[in-house]
């Protein structure tokens, strides 16, 4: 029986390359999980095979500009020209339906969330080792060498961020990683503070 | 990976009659578990079958009299002339060893060793109704109505102090709710507070 039945919002988060898609998707399969996914909105057009509503909410140019000034972000950012952003409604929706959201984000942008749902649950992955997120930010592409020590620089701005999350997650192994956040689900809906207020109404029940 | 090597002491506590000792058994019985019980000290004579620094630590009231003028107990309580207490010593070895140290605890004991250990993990196991609850109390011995109603009582009143942990697991299901205190423990190895300076540590490694 578990006492808090509203869901959880669940960030993860770390720098670059340090596997955060991996480890979600493997988080999915999870079996009997109730997770979703937390669905950002987009002025930019769909792709082919795109659906809106799964892989984004598609809008224009003007909605999220009125949707910015109504305060209904809890994060967006411009990158070329056009918006992306985490809209408050559709996750909230989800949380009350007992769904735990899953929101896969860089560094600021989990910064921002965290001043708008403090209550959230913030958890930093990171690489086993500074030798093996080199190793993977320097195997990702192409670029030349410069590119490559942007990352590195970017990544290692971010890896002192960490104290500012939660929990910090080693990926050493998806599997584990993925396990290690459920456990982390699991053990913060027994948290007092999400949990007393159902337990004190169950306790309430007359005794005969 | 596990940034957080030392080991955690975890605290189950709860209303007498809640299952406590059910839970901590079926907590042992998880597959490649790294726990260990906390040993009591006593001043009583050990019973046939007994044996010293597994079911007890079996000591003088002089012994027990001098440890306690030595602050070595996490708590201690006299019952009927013989003393039990929690000793230090053995806990701080077994937690610099990494074992999981688990104590299984009643209400007044736990708030103790919360004022020496406030960086232990506390749970509050509940019933899944106060029905479950009474009816164990009432089925347990040959007790007359009275004793039965001081202990419902006594329940009572420990009910109100569940805010005091950190966390609230229901004994629905022994199973679920060992597992569940398992999620407990490997999420408070991720906690940030527990695990960033191992991180730091790993990320001061050179890259090549």
Known sequence: MKLNELGLLVVISGPSGVGKGTIRKALFEIPDNNFCYSVSMTTRKPREGEVNGVDYFFVSHEEFATRIKENRFLEYAEFVG??????????????????????????QGALKVREQKPEAVFIFIVPPSKQALYDRLTKRGTEKG????????????????????????????????ADRIYAIIRAEHAKTERSIHKYYKLMEGNQS
């Not at 020590?149 to 701005?157: G, L, T």
């Open 82 to 107: 056009e918006y992306y952003g985490t809209p408050k409604d559709y996750i909230e929706k989800k949380l009350d339906e007992g769904k735990e959201v899953i929101m896969e984000i860089e560094v």
């Open 146 to 177: 410069i590119e490559i020590q942007r990352r590195v620089e970017k990544a290692e701005r971010e890896y002192n961020l960490a104290y500012k999350y939660d929990y910090i997650v080693v990926n050493d192994d998806v599997a584990n990683a």
